[in-house]
């Protein structure tokens, strides 16, 4: 009932614009939507946008999700004769831009289809009807005539591996789909307002370009090989135009930090197969969560002479399993062998299921690595049905734990290059000792933290430095509730060492623990001397915490004469 309840209240709507000569975009407005492919959720919704271009011939640049059929053919009826289309250009073929595909097919069949040959390779399966097509690479031209040459830009992991940009000559616009978006929805066609966009716009490159951070670097690079670009028409979100260079600049300087990162860790997986893209990308933004690079390389798209090199200077290895069966394989299993040809003892290995209902066995693998002398760093996840929420948590987890296995040495080193002197100063800064904690769906997580401080009375607010690679902080973004819960002195031991146990993938934190669901839903420790309410407001980075800053809705004391615990310390290079 409640689900129904729910979806009757989303709300769905379509926006239409003028950008320049000839070129209108029709945005889907996904006001309410809160979950995206993988595990991250989504404070502002999203917007799928597609572009007409009526030159000469008339070209259409990517569709919607097919939750918007009656909405989008309807506002493209009032822009065209949809019936004329001439070109179809498929930027990417993942379902919510090209979900509408096989419908504008079914109006306008003589439309060619234009996309990268791994689109096209992924379209046939999806339509399943004969169409049209035109294969093309990097730097090919399409004359749609009155000036409108397009120009395409490869830029495969963006975050397709059969991704294209379109750059239109007339009009200056890049057309670039995922790359440059964001999951934010409102009535703003561009970037006017930097503040409201910015965390949005970093948290969905962290997401989904942050793992294929190289492939950033060469698509810009082929980008700055292009004339002038004045918009960037982005597939989610608002279009770049007021803040267009800083924002690429943004993923330059981004791209670049991971691509200096000393350790890398390479994750295989299988494109278009069962869950293996977004499982692998969970991994992804967990290994990326500490300081070390990830490159995602789909099996099915990969030569081997790139797999040996790419295996060749990893720290870290992540497979997802591929079919036992079907089309591709061959040369799956032929990659497979590759890797284990040029994996060594120094390596580390995490496997996982794809979930495709045809996985090769993870075991003849593991036991393959396991004689090659390989670390395996968490026992392999394995897919019992639809993956929840959960799982996603597991397998982030599982990839923060990789990576901070691989940076050990360093962390350990980092600690110890403090001056004794400065060292004991600095350990004479002290704080008070609370657990965070949160939920968020169905999944939950707790910290203990003492970098914790009152930083605002009007609203009333606090900051804690959340260290980048903690479980929690998956749960403190702009927009997320916790509960921070203050521990009483003399009586904060059992949960302190409760907290501070070493969690497995995905564990629960709270069981044998006596809570109760705050307002917020997060939960609060029973045996707590206060607790607060919080909702984030804002995040800093510092280098290797997050400055959470979070507003405080309610808050209670449970003893009132009771004092707060407090840590002193006598080092300044820990907590
Ligand atoms: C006394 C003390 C205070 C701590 N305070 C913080 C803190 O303020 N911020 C933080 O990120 N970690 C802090 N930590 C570290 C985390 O509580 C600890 O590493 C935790 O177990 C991390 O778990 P996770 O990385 O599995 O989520 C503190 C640790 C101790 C011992």
Known sequence: ???????????????????????????????????????????????????????????LVDTSHEKFRQLYLDALKGIIDPTQIDYLVISHTEPDHSGLVKDILQLAPQATVVGSKVAIQFLEEMVHQPFQ???????????????????????PNLHWPDTIFSYDHATQILYTCDAFGMHYCDDYTFDEDLNLIEEDFRYYYDCLMGPNARSVLSALKRMG????ITTIATGHGPLLQYHLTELVGCYREWSQAQAKAATTVVVFYVSGYGYSDRLAQAIANGILKTDVAVEMVDLKSIDPQEVAELVGLASG????????????????????????????????VGLFEAGGGNDESVYPLRNQFQSLGVHEVFPPIQIKETPTEALYQLCNEAGTDLGQWLTRDRTVKQMKSLDSDLDKALGRLSGGLYIITAKKGGISSAML????????????????????????????????????????????QPLMKHFLKRFAPGADRFAEVKIYAAENGSPILADALAYVECKVVSRMECSDHWIVYSSIDTGRVSKPDALTAVH????????
């Open 1 to 59: 009932m409640v689900a129904i309840a729910d979806r009757a209240q989303r709300r769905l709507t379509i926006q239409t614009a003028n950008l320049a000569r000839d070129t209108t975009t029709i945005r889907s407005l996904d006001w309410d939507r809160d979950r995206f492919d993988i595990e991250f959720a989504l404070n502002n919704g999203t917007t799928y946008n597609s572009y007409v271009i009526q030159g000469e011939k008339l070209a």
């Open 133 to 155: 097509r035109m294969l093309v690479k990097n730097g090919d031209r399409l004359d749609l005539g009155n000036g409108h040459i397009l120009e395409f830009v490869s830029a």
């Open 225 to 228: 090989e292009l004339p002038e």
């Open 317 to 348: 290895l992540v497979i997802g399993m591929p079919p036992q069966s079907g089309a591709s394989v061959e040369t799956t299993r032929s990659a497979l062998s590759t890797i284990l040809a040029a994996a060594h003892a120094k390596q580390s």
């Open 449 to 492: 933290a003492s970098w914790v401080s009152q930083a605002s009375f009007k609203p009333l607010g606090i900051t804690i430095a959340v260290a980048k690679d903690r479980a929690i902080e998956s749960f403190m973004h702009v927009g997320d509730h916790f509960v921070l819960n203050v521990l009483e002195e003399g009586n904060y």
């Open 568 to 575: 002193h310390r006598k080092v300044g290079n820990h907590y």
